[in-house]
């Protein structure tokens, strides 16, 4: 009688593999603490099952993720069926509190992944005592290039724990050619260990009708013209120095401050006081992932000058749809806009009220920067993400590490 293949075997010229993947860091609801990596994990599990049907895999969770999103068929493709082609762990830690889930990864995760041919720790560290292969993800550094916005403990945890796991694993996947680079500077790895995997775009986002954007603007009581920051509201997004440019602009446009609360956000408020700003700079908080697309192309120009990033979504998420786009030229921005965007020195004021005020000016410039960033936003797909990770995935399999 012939034996099933083993997971790891090649049959013909596809190999098959079970892999374990650390998705601890799903979160459970939306909110704005569930943006960032959430949304890298949601979409990737979305398509990886689609990527390669030879492969198996075990999903590791906390006791509160929602998997409604993860069962939803990707666009354009027919699925492997509800279960998406995976296995669910659902794990009886309590694993939302940090010290729990460090504690589970460290010590039960190790357990449960017997059996698996890699286990792939989806954001920054893999059990240290792993019984198989590990590949590690990082987004970032930011807790060696900013540590200052970390407490102290989790400061800690990451850059011990991230080195030591990146120097375990057998590859590391980084978002974007500049945190490879933090990577090979900051942790010694060499370079040729690891692999460029860029995050995609959704096909939400993308330039809508005129008539639904105008009633979103009516809706929401935003002016016509406007220039739009979205992310969290901290330090490291340098929403000071954009501040400090916009109170330069001529009057007749308003700047919107959109995203959730961080750390030392007061600061921010009370720079708008400062420059007397009151009634030019509107904050509407927390924009629900539904809405991110009707924000964006209602805004006449996007602008993103965080010191450090490691990719940068929501300027790539503007340029889908058809907004300008003004980034700082710092850390991974440049690799998130391309050519379509304008780039600034972080700390030059004068140079972001220039750039702001002459698209605002330039309808044509704006219409041709738009078309540009569309162009370069599509080569972002989270098909190819899928399919890059998978090629990892396969890198390790085959032992050609």
Request: glycine share 8%.
């Amino acid at each position: 009688m012939r034996m099933p293949p083993s997971p790891g075997q090649r049959i013909g010229d596809k190999v098959m593999g079970h892999i374990g993947l650390n998705a601890h860091l799903l979160a459970g609801r939306a909110g704005y603490r569930s943006a960032g990596i959430h949304h890298y994990l949601a979409h990737l599990l979305r398509h990886l099952p689609e990527a390669d049907p030879h492969l198996r895999y075990t999903l590791f969770v906390g006791p509160e993720t929602d998997m409604t999103e993860l069962s939803a068929p990707c666009p354009g493709a027919e699925g492997r069926g509800a279960d998406r082609g995976w296995r669910v762990n659902r794990s009886r830690w309590p694993t939302q509190h940090p010290p729990l889930r460090i504690l589970w990864e460290q010590t039960a995760l190790p357990l449960a992944a017997r059996g698996l041919d890699l286990l792939h720790g989806l954001a920054f560290v893999a059990p240290l005592l792993a019984p198989c292969p590990t590949l590690v993800t990082v987004y970032d550094l930011s807790f060696l290039r900013t540590p200052e916005r970390f407490r102290r403990g989790n400061r800690w945890y990451l850059q011990m724990f991230t080195r030591w796991s990146c120097r375990r694993a057998r590859r590391i996947i980084a978002i974007s050619e500049n945190t490879r680079r933090d990577l090979v500077a900051l942790f010694g790895i060499p370079p040729e260990r690891v692999d460029v995997v860029p995050p995609g775009v959704s096909p939400s986002f993308g330039p809508l009708p005129p008539d639904q954007v105008a009633a979103f603007r009516r809706a929401k009581g935003l002016p016509e013209r406007f220039v739009l920051y979205l992310g969290t509201l901290e330090p490291r997004k340098n929403l000071i120095t954009l501040l400090e440019a916009f109170a330069r602009l001529r009057p007749g446009v308003k700047l919107v401050l959109a995203g959730g609360t961080g750390w030392m956000f007061a600061e921010v408020f009370a720079r708008v006081q400062a420059l007397g700003l009151e009634g030019k700079v509107v904050f509407p908080g927390y924009v629900p992932d539904e809405e991110l697309p009707l924000w964006y192309n209602a805004a006449t120009v996007f602008v993103y000058p965080s010191l450090y990033e490691g990719f940068g979504m929501p300027p790539l998420e503007a340029l889908a749809c058809g907004t300008p786009v003004v980034v700082s030229n710092a850390s991974a921005l440049p690799e998130a806009v391309g050519d379509a965007g304008v780039l600034v020195r972080p700390d030059a004021v004068d140079e972001w009220a220039q750039a702001l005020e002459r698209l605002l000016d330039d309808a044509a410039l704006r219409a041709e920067l738009g078309a540009r960033g569309r162009a370069h936003a599509a080569r972002f797909s989270w098909e190819r993400a899928a399919a890059g990770t998978v090629a990892v995935y396969h890198r390790i399999l085959e032992g050609r590490e």
